[in-house]
């Protein structure tokens, strides 16, 4: 499987922005489709964002017109960027490399969660005053 590393979470206040990177261990071309997906308080696991190896983007509703995606092939990086961050976005962020691109209300919880792919370690975001 192929590893994903990370960075860029942190605590920012409502309003503000963060970027989210994460680097892929392998080629990312070779990659279908990359995303971010966030759990917080509840124990499942919802679709953020996720770009496609085509450039193809899927939002949740919640992060539409705030969030970006977009992934850099060359550096097999993948990004997230955060702005008008709100305190319900506080959660753990996830980077994801998956063989299909899935909705926008895809979510996953437990040992299902294995079934979408890869997954890196998860960044703590607190939006908070």
């Known amino acids: 499987q192929v590893q994903l590393v990370e960075s860029g979470g942190g605590l920012v206040q409502p309003g503000g922005s963060l970027r989210l990177s994460c680097a892929a261990s392998?080629?990312?071309?070779?990659?279908?489709?990359m995303g971010w997906y966030r759990q917080g308080s509840e124990k499942q696991r919802e679709l953020v964002a996720s770009i496609s190896r085509g450039g193809r983007t899927v939002y949740g509703d919640s992060v539409k017109g705030r969030f970006t995606i977009s992934r850099d092939n060359a550096k097999n990086t993948v990004y997230l960027q955060m702005n008008v961050l709100k305190p319900e976005d506080t959660a753990v962020y996830y980077c994801n490399a998956d063989s299909v691109q899935r909705t926008a209300t895809d979510y996953c919880s437990g040992h299902v969660c294995s079934l979408f792919g890869s997954w890196g370690q998860g960044t703590q975001i607190t939006v908070s005053s």
């Open positions: 392998e080629n990312s071309i070779n990659i279908a489709v």
